[in-house]
C-alpha cells in the first residue's frame, strides 16, 4: 500500500510568485485535504476536496487554490506569494469524504524570501 | 468558531511512567476527533479516531477518551516509552468538514 507522497520536499520562493505543491494520496483515497503548518504551531486547515469538487474551506484567501484529479491527487496553488506564506504545507488523504482517519504526507517546506 | 487548546505545552517524564493530555474545544458539535503524532520535521501519523458517537478508543498503550458535551478528550499513554517522543496533536472535525487542531503537546521521555 502506497502512502501519502508530496513533492517537492523543499521549495524556495520570493514574494509575488506563484507556486504548485503536489500530492499524491494513499492508494483507494477519494478524499485530500491541504493544511498549512507554521513552526511551532499546529496545522491550518486550508481546503478539503471529495471526488473533484471542494466540499470544505478554512480561512484562506482566494489566492490559496486546489484541484483534485479523477485518479485523486492533488495540487495546491498559491499566487502572490508573502512572507507570512513560509511553512510547511501538509496534503493527507482518506476515504469516505473524511469520516476516516487521515494519513498524512512528509509535507513540502516553502520559504519565502 | 471552533477553539481547540491542548494543556500542557510541554511535557517531560521518566520512563517507564504512565501519562495523560489533555485537549479541550469550545463547540461540542463535532463529528469526530481524531488525535495524531508528529516526529520533529515530519508529517503527522494517526494514532485514534474517535466518532463523536463513541466514548473511547484503544490501540495497545494508547487510549483516547472524549467527553462532547463538556468539550474535552484525554489521551492516557501507558509504560511510556522513549520512541513516545514526539509532538502530540488532537484535531476536531466540525460540520463544515473543517479540521481544527491544538498547538500540540511536545513530549519527552527520558531513558
Known amino acids: 500500500e502506497t502512502g501519502v507522497t508530496q513533492s517537492p520536499t523543499h521549495l524556495i520562493k520570493t514574494r509575488g510568485q506563484q507556486v504548485t505543491l503536489r500530492c499524491s494520496s494513499q492508494?483507494?483515497?477519494?478524499?485530500v485535504s491541504w493544511y498549512q503548518q507554521a513552526l511551532g504551531q499546529g496545522p491550518q486547515f486550508i481546503f478539503q476536496?471529495?471526488?473533484?469538487?471542494?466540499?470544505g474551506r478554512g480561512n484562506f484567501p482566494p489566492r490559496f487554490s486546489g484541484l483534485q484529479f479523477p485518479n485523486y491527487s492533488s495540487e495546491l496553488n498559491v499566487n502572490a506569494l508573502e512572507l507570512d506564506d513560509s511553512a510547511l504545507y501538509l496534503c493527507a488523504s482518506s476515504d469516505s469524504g473524511g469520516w476516516q482517519p487521515q494519513h498524512f504526507g512528509d509535507g513540502t517546506r516553502l520559504s519565502i524570501l | 468558531k471552533q477553539e481547540v487548546t491542548q494543556i500542557p505545552a510541554a511535557l517531560s517524564v521518566p520512563e517507564g511512567e504512565n501519562l495523560v493530555l489533555n485537549c479541550s474545544f469550545t463547540d461540542s458539535a463535532i463529528y469526530n476527533l481524531q488525535w495524531f503524532r508528529q516526529d520533529p520535521g515530519k508529517g503527522l501519523t494517526s494514532l485514534l479516531l474517535i466518532q463523536s458517537s463513541q466514548r473511547e478508543q484503544t490501540s495497545g498503550r494508547l487510549n483516547a477518551s472524549l467527553d462532547k458535551s463538556s468539550g474535552r478528550s484525554t489521551l492516557y499513554i501507558a509504560a511510556s516509552q522513549p520512541g513516545d517522543s514526539a509532538t502530540y496533536l488532537c484535531a476536531v472535525r466540525g460540520n463544515n468538514n473543517d479540521m481544527r487542531f491544538g498547538a500540540g503537546t511536545r513530549l519527552t521521555v527520558k531513558p
Open positions: 492508494s483507494g483515497h477519494n478524499t
Open positions: 476536496y471529495y471526488r473533484e469538487e471542494e466540499n
